[in-house]
């Protein structure tokens, strides 16, 4: 069977005409987060510490949407929230509302470790990373002048937008595409399974931009963006309203629970039920399989399974 | 078949000691939250509204755990979760952490009706709801006597719980409490406030809604949040069913319960009951909870694997039943 991984940087309407400077970094950094992940599979780390470490990774890249490079909340603030669950145990963790601290996933982590609760939030979240001497800094560290500018675009055109929906709502011209070309980043996430099964999932982001202070997603809620069980692990990105009207991620694993049919079938049939542009995800099963379904233009993705076979894409939903 | 149908609860896991007439003012209270819901349903109030309309009038008593009477953090304070779901477009609402607004219910309905979001929390959702010009008090107003007192026995119990050398403290208080092994979310069943109440309704139309509120695990975490509020674990609705939970969060949360009973009727075709059956008997491991659903051709279920369950149930062919175990 072996072990198998794949990791997202967030689905939406990322312009096929993205440019080159835009687009290299963000393979750069799929890639090297899939390598962190894959060496860390090789060197027979847990699922569960190889998610953690990886969504890390992908936090503290500036351009993905999660930790620092997240967007921004109407007032400018930072407000993050992760999540991360293993699938034999089915213990999971989560946090929203957090500001200071460097890496919300491992927040999310340690209260699934350290508490008898699943999901603390706000200044609870905050006063908990203190006890445990959890790296925080300055919510300024989080802020780079891309989502300032997302920012200013989002309230200029008085909307809510998965970080990135060109103006798809009313008439734009070419030019605010191109403008728009910067926000194409989004929700991170990795699922990973170890070649005995262990399953895990981990989610992290910040957010819509633009969004109502307080705003919570999917990513910290169980079942809309992030689950594991047995069968399999998911992380889902997008849309997040939708994602919880649909219970996107316990969705796929319910599915190839019920339906009785694979990952990939499981996985496409959830996508195709959401409403178009919204959502996708990325899965793998406790035997290796791997899915990477969307119905958004794309969405930031990398795989790679024991045997070799690896992957990093932006665009083209049809196989994975 | 068809008609309305509503079910409420006022939690799950009930102390098999609470005196008589603690039994009795709760039947007194779910009968009277029945009857609101059965008017509302006769006067072809759509099911989102009556669902809203018979979780305020829980907040607003003080006996269940929510809204007035609520659960207290582990300092002292209340804070406060609800959500609601409509089942025909799965539109949904929910908060967290609210601190001031008397109806943590009608919040969640404005984020649904109002805002591009579904879900706001602690100082976002409160300003939300000064800007809705929603009713607000001091935090004070939520809190009782009785959960204050209740508050300093689980302080006493969790110190204890973890703690080997148990001090033999007679027969009340904390020492009873303990030799009675009943533990939910880690606490003693005596000084374990059943966490939540909820309505799910259909009506005429087979329109199926659910809502769910609560103060939440008596002595819990600042900033803890729970199953109520979070879609497809507390609260669920959809064309087929509407539902909500109640009992040891972080289980309800593990199973994403609510969302569990739609999925086995979807998927598996299971009916109502088999459906409700089903998931409390199969799908919450070691977790302890209960729920009541109504499904779309007004037939109504509960189920649960506590010691009692706050409930009442009725249907439009004049079947009404309200109990405790």
């Given at each position: 069977?072996?072990?198998?991984?794949?990791?997202?940087?967030?689905?939406?309407?990322?312009?096929?005409?993205?440019?080159?400077?835009?687009?290299?970094?963000?393979?750069?950094?799929?890639?090297?987060?899939?390598?962190?992940?894959?060496?860390?599979?090789?060197?027979?780390?847990?699922?569960?510490?190889?998610?953690?470490?990886?969504?890390?990774?992908?936090?503290?890249?500036?351009?993905?949407?999660?930790?620092?490079?997240?967007?921004?909340?109407t007032?400018?603030?930072?407000?993050?929230?992760?999540?991360?669950?293993?699938?034999?145990?089915?213990?999971?963790?989560?946090?929203?509302?957090?500001?200071?601290?460097?890496?919300?996933?491992?927040?999310?982590?340690?209260?699934?470790?350290?508490?008898?609760?699943?999901?603390?939030?706000?200044?609870?979240?905050?006063?908990?990373?203190?006890?445990?001497?959890?790296?925080?800094?300055?919510?300024?560290?989080?802020?780079?002048?891309?989502?300032?500018?997302?920012?200013?675009?989002a309230?200029?055109?008085d909307r809510v937008q998965i970080?990135?929906?060109?103006?798809?709502q009313?008439?734009?011209?070419?030019?605010?595409?191109?403008?728009?070309?910067?926000?194409?980043?989004?929700?991170?996430?990795?699922?990973?399974?170890?070649?005995?099964?262990?399953?895990?999932?981990?989610?992290?982001?910040?957010?819509l931009?633009n969004k109502m202070?307080?705003r919570?997603g999917?990513?910290?809620?169980?079942?809309?963006?992030?689950?594991?069980?047995?069968?399999?692990?998911?992380?889902?990105?997008?849309r997040g309203e939708a994602?919880?009207?649909?219970?996107?991620?316990?969705?796929?694993?319910?599915?190839?629970?019920?339906?009785?049919?694979?990952?990939?079938?499981?996985?496409?049939?959830?996508?195709?039920?959401?409403?178009?542009?919204?959502?996708?995800?990325?899965?793998?099963?406790?035997?290796?399989?791997?899915?990477?379904?969307?119905?958004?233009?794309?969405?930031?993705?990398?795989?790679?399974?024991?045997?070799?076979?690896?992957?990093?894409?932006?665009?083209?939903?049809?196989?994975? | 078949?068809?008609?309305?149908?509503?079910?409420?609860?006022?939690?799950?896991?009930?102390?098999?000691?609470?005196?008589?007439?603690?039994?009795?003012?709760?039947?007194?209270?779910?009968?009277?939250?029945?009857?609101?819901?059965?008017?509302?349903?006769?006067?072809?109030?759509?099911?989102?509204?009556?669902?809203?309309?018979?979780?305020?009038?829980?907040?607003?008593?003080?006996?269940?755990?929510?809204?007035?009477?609520?659960?207290?953090?582990?300092?002292?304070?209340?804070?406060?979760?609800?959500?609601?779901?409509?089942?025909?477009?799965?539109?949904?609402g929910?908060?967290?952490?609210?601190?001031?607004?008397?109806?943590?219910?009608?919040?969640?309905?404005?984020v649904m009706d109002k805002t591009p979001h579904s879900y706001l929390?602690?100082?976002?959702?409160?300003?939300?709801?000064?800007?809705?010009?929603?009713?607000?008090?001091?935090?004070?107003?939520?809190?009782?006597?009785?959960?204050?007192?209740?508050?300093?026995?689980?302080?006493?119990?969790?110190?204890?719980?973890?703690?080997?050398?148990?001090?033999?403290?007679?027969?009340?208080?904390?020492?009873?409490?303990?030799?009675?092994?009943?533990?939910?979310?880690?606490?003693?069943?005596?000084?374990?406030?059943?966490?939540?109440?909820?309505?799910?309704?259909?009506?005429?139309?087979?329109?199926?809604?659910?809502?769910?509120?609560?103060?939440?695990?008596?002595?819990?975490?600042?900033?803890?949040?729970?199953?109520?509020?979070?879609?497809?674990?507390?609260?669920?609705?959809?064309?087929?069913?509407?539902?909500?939970?109640?009992?040891?969060?972080?289980?309800?949360?593990?199973?994403?319960?609510?969302?569990?009973?739609?999925?086995?009727?979807?998927?598996?075709?299971?009916?109502?009951?088999?459906?409700?059956?089903?998931?409390?008997?199969?799908?919450?491991?070691?977790?302890?909870?209960?729920?009541?659903?109504?499904?779309?051709?007004?037939?109504?279920?509960?189920?649960?694997?506590?010691?009692?369950?706050?409930?009442?149930?009725?249907?439009?062919?004049?079947?009404?039943?309200?109990?405790?175990?």
């Amino acid at each position: 069977m072996g072990w198998a991984i794949a990791i997202h940087g967030g689905a939406g309407d990322i312009p096929l005409s993205l440019p080159p400077e835009k687009r290299l970094p963000r393979e750069a950094g799929l890639r090297r987060c899939l390598e962190v992940g894959i060496a860390a599979l090789k060197a027979r780390n847990h699922p569960l510490d190889v998610v953690e470490l990886v969504v890390r990774e992908l936090e503290n890249h500036p351009n993905f949407n999660a930790g620092k490079g997240s967007v921004l909340t109407t007032t400018g603030t930072v407000e993050m929230e992760a999540c991360i669950m293993d699938g034999k145990t089915m213990k999971c963790g989560a946090v929203s509302g957090v500001s200071t601290v460097v890496n919300a996933i491992s927040l999310a982590r340690l209260v699934m470790e350290k508490t008898s609760h699943i999901y603390l939030a706000f200044d609870g979240a905050e006063a908990f990373a203190r006890d445990q001497g959890l790296e925080t800094v300055e919510m300024s560290h989080f802020i780079t002048p891309e989502n300032i500018e997302r920012l200013k675009q989002a309230q200029e055109a008085d909307r809510v937008q998965i970080d990135y929906t060109q103006p798809i709502q009313k008439e734009t011209p070419k030019d605010a595409a191109v403008a728009d070309g910067d926000s194409q980043i989004g929700t991170v996430g990795c699922v990973a399974v170890d070649n005995e099964g262990n399953l895990a999932t981990a989610t992290s982001t910040g957010g819509l931009v633009n969004k109502m202070v307080g705003r919570i997603g999917d990513t910290p809620v169980i079942g809309a963006g992030t689950y594991a069980n047995h069968l399999c692990a998911v992380s889902a990105t997008g849309r997040g309203e939708a994602i919880i009207r649909g219970t996107v991620a316990r969705d796929v694993a319910a599915v190839m629970e019920f339906k009785g049919i694979s990952l990939k079938e499981a996985a496409a049939y959830v996508i195709d039920r959401v409403p178009p542009g919204t959502a996708g995800l990325i899965a793998v099963s406790s035997t290796g399989e791997i899915a990477m379904p969307f119905n958004t233009t794309g969405m930031f993705r990398a795989c790679a399974t024991e045997d070799g076979y690896s992957e990093i894409a932006i665009w083209d939903s049809t196989s994975k | 078949m068809g008609g309305w149908a509503i079910a409420v609860h006022g939690g799950a896991g009930v102390d098999p000691n609470l005196p008589k007439e603690r039994q009795e003012e709760a039947k007194r209270l779910l009968t009277r939250c029945l009857d609101i819901g059965i008017s509302a349903l006769r006067s072809n109030l759509p099911a989102i509204d009556v669902v809203e309309l018979v979780v305020r009038e829980l907040e607003t008593d003080p006996l269940f755990n929510s809204g007035r009477g609520s659960a207290l953090t582990e300092n002292g304070t209340v804070e406060m979760e609800a959500s609601i779901m409509d089942g025909p477009k799965r539109r949904c609402g929910a908060v967290s952490g609210l601190t001031t607004v008397k109806n943590p219910v009608s919040l969640a309905r404005l984020v649904m009706d109002k805002t591009p979001h579904s879900y706001l929390a602690f100082a976002g959702a409160e300003e939300f709801a000064r800007k809705q010009g929603v009713e607000l008090v001091d935090n004070g107003y939520f809190i009782t006597e009785d959960n204050v007192g209740m508050l300093k026995l689980a302080k006493e119990a969790n110190s204890i719980l973890f703690d080997y050398r148990v001090p033999t403290l007679g027969t009340c208080g904390v020492g009873a409490a303990l030799e009675s092994p009943i533990l939910m979310n880690g606490l003693p069943i005596s000084v374990y406030a059943p966490e939540t109440v909820g309505c799910v309704v259909v009506d005429r139309e087979g329109r199926c809604a659910a809502a769910t509120s609560t103060g939440g695990l008596m002595n819990k975490m600042n900033g803890r949040i729970g199953d109520s509020p979070l879609i497809g674990s507390g609260t669920y609705a959809c064309d087929l069913v509407g539902v909500s939970c109640t009992g040891e969060g972080e289980a309800i949360i593990r199973s994403t319960l609510a969302r569990e009973v739609a999925a086995v009727m979807e998927y598996k075709g299971l009916n109502l009951h088999e459906a409700v059956d089903y998931v409390i008997k199969y799908r919450l491991d070691e977790g302890k909870a209960g729920l009541i659903a109504v499904s779309k051709k007004g037939e109504v279920a509960c189920g649960f694997n506590t010691t009692g369950m706050f409930r009442g149930c009725a249907t439009e062919d004049g079947f009404m039943e309200v109990g405790v175990w």
